[in-house]
């Protein structure tokens, strides 16, 4: 089917809410880690589980079910092996399935694998991630119901709980300021041509499946020739009309449980800055990247006008990187220019004709500078996380949840490329100065440093940084549409 004959129309009542809206104004949350005990009562639960979805609502929902499946799930379910090895790879291998991937995410040393609470080398990965969101004082029945309705069918492996939802993160800075714009009506041309500037919208095939990406193209899926869906109970493909598709308005959902050190962190910002308020307060800014007051990024207040971005959040969220490409206000390494550096497909000045030809011919300033990061767009996230603990003599932390359609171009190469990275955008011998691991690299590399470019001389470079942020859990999870909810829980290996 022609990208240009597809369908524009998106059943907003066969898609988990979760993805639309990520349910802010339900300040309390818990996540259920469960291991299915008697799959004949798991799939009749699931045939009929209260699964808020991605509807409006006047007025809004109190309180919200979610749920979402492990690969190991699927198995325990009896979904035919043939049918769950549709999905993708990385899906089925697990988040810590092999020590290439741990390698590749960061996840050595305190962030082993082996080391994690749950969902690591020494726990079965949970079969089942129930996450329960209500409006304040009412989580607590709202739990006591669900987990009365699967005591029969699940054991309960963890219990996640979150602190009541808040602007800032544990160490102190507004979070969730930048997600991208989901293109809901479709008007974003879904091919793959190139793109000159920086955009916030991205194409609905970012994070759920069954539909075009940004590059004009379907992610795989599990696509099933209609004997094999009897009752009509999936949407059909867009792609191929004749076959009915389980992943539709489904997306894959990951999940990391990351400590914070908040103490060690100021600790050693303290250090660093020598006890002067003023300067403990600029260092920290610069690892992150954004002011702690107002969340302003350190580029300035945004004034740029860029499609995705409303009028009403350009100040904190209208700007890109090309006014402080050295990063002399935000420095190349700081956290949210690697988790998202607002770049276009091309460097900047290459929307001339003659400009392109120009660079081409290997002229111009530096025009290999611009290029050393990926295009943004292919690479963007919905978060969904929440903090938890802070209170006193608890752990602090952030029970990480993003969601995308392509885990190893989405999730695991922005972890690997841009945060992880070491040499993310020319830069040397420094991965993320909040999340990384300090561990040396496999050529004995330091990866502890963070540097400052100075216009008028050397970098102000900071080693010896200690690791402040520790991964103890964590999986991959598909997010089915209620209709592949519905059909997961009748489907039977014969």
């Known amino acids: 089917m022609s990208l240009s004959a597809a369908p524009t129309h998106v059943d907003f009542d066969d898609i988990q809410g979760l993805v639309r809206y990520g349910y802010k104004r339900l300040t309390q949350a818990c996540f259920l880690l469960l291991r299915i005990r008697n799959a004949a009562a798991a799939r009749a639960w699931l045939a009929c ?46 988040m810590s399935g092999d020590a290439s991937r741990a390698r590749r995410l960061g996840d050595l040393g305190a962030n082993d694998p082996a080391g994690w609470r749950w969902g690591g080398a020494l726990h079965e990965v949970p079969h089942v991630l129930l996450m329960l969101y209500a409006m304040p004082g009412e989580l607590d029945p709202w739990l006591a119901t669900v987990r009365a309705e699967c005591t029969a069918a699940f ?204 660079r081409r011919l290997g002229f111009g300033a530096d025009p290999l500078r611009p290029d050393l990061v990926a295009s943004t767009r292919f690479h963007r996230l919905l978060r969904r996380g929440r903090e938890y603990g802070g209170g006193p003599g608890e752990e602090t932390g952030l029970h990480f949840i993003c969601l995308g359609a392509n885990i190893a171009r989405q999730f695991e190469f922005v972890q690997n490329a841009w945060l992880a990275g070491t040499r993310f955008d020319g830069l040397s011998g420094e991965a993320d100065p909040l999340i990384g691991h300090r561990l040396p690299d496999p050529d004995g590399s330091p990866t502890d440093s963070f540097s400052m470019p100075v216009g008028t001389g050397p970098d102000r470079r900071i080693a010896g940084l200690p690791q ?27």
Not at 62 to 81: C, D, E, F
Not at 473 to 493: E, N
């Open 49 to 94: 589980a209260p699964v808020t979805p991605a509807v409006e609502r006047s007025p809004p929902p109190r309180t919200v079910l979610q749920i979402a499946i492990s690969a190991p799930g699927l198995h325990k379910l009896g979904v035919p092996r043939d049918i769950v090895e549709g999905f993708s790879a990385e899906f089925l291998a697990g």
């Open 155 to 358: 054991e309960e492996t963890d219990r996640l709980f979150t602190t009541r939802l808040g602007e800032t993160e544990p160490f102190g800075f507004i979070d969730g300021i930048s997600q991208p714009r989901v293109d809901w009506e479709r008007t974003r041309a879904a091919r793959d041509e190139e793109q000159f500037s920086f955009t916030n919208r991205s194409c609905l095939g970012e994070y759920l499946l069954g539909y075009p990406n940004e590059y004009g193209a379907y992610t795989d899926r599990p696509l099933l020739e209609p004997r094999r869906d009897p009752d009509a109970m999936l949407p059909r493909a867009e792609d191929d009309p004749g076959l009915s598709d389980l992943g539709r308005n489904g997306s894959y959902l990951v999940m990391r449980q990351l400590c914070q050190d908040v103490g060690g962190f100021w600790q050693f910002i303290d250090r660093q800055a020598g006890g002067d308020p003023a300067l403990r307060r600029r260092l920290a800014e610069a690892m992150v990247g954004r002011k702690m007051e107002g969340g302003e990024a350190l580029v300035g207040p945004g004034r740029e006008r860029i499609d995705g971005i409303e009028e009403d959040e350009r100040r904190r969220n209208g700007f890109t990187y090309r006014s402080d490409p050295d990063g002399l206000r935000c420095p190349l390494g700081a956290h949210i220019r690697r988790a998202n550096p607002r770049n276009a497909d091309l460097p900047p000045g290459w929307a001339n004709p003659l400009s392109r030809l120009w």
């Open 468 to 494: 402040f942020v520790t991964v103890v859990g964590g999986a991959y999870f598909f997010l089915p549409g209620i209709s592949a909810l519905r059909y997961l829980s009748k489907v039977q290996a014969s």
